[in-house]
């Protein structure tokens, strides 16, 4: 991620000290914003939120499948409007 210092604007650099975050070199403007919401998302919400992208996902797969199954179908030269 590219970040503009929220003080003058300048290119922010990635600083992994102590604490993670950007520092301006021009003004030492140090910021956090990039990180999100600075803090720390649990095991268990990682494991949930992984849980439902793969859900997600394969609705989308099924979606997608049952739309091209539709195309290939017979009739299926037909626009909208069935003609």
Excluded at 3 to 20: D, F, I, K, R
Excluded at 22 to 37: D, E, I, N, S, Y
Excluded at 57 to 76: H, K, V
Aim: glycine share 6%; hydrophobic share 30%; charged share 25%.
């Amino acid at each position: 991620m590219r970040c503009a210092c929220p003080n003058c604007g300048t290119y922010m650099v990635h600083s992994e000290s102590m604490s993670l975050g950007c520092v301006c070199p021009q003004c030492a403007t140090r910021c956090k914003m990039c990180l999100g919401t600075n803090s720390v998302v649990p095991r268990e919400d990682l494991a949930q939120i992984a849980s439902r992208l793969a859900y997600i996902s394969q609705i989308t797969e099924e979606n997608e499948d049952e739309r091209l199954s539709a195309e290939d179908a017979p009739g299926a030269d037909n626009d909208e409007y069935g003609d």
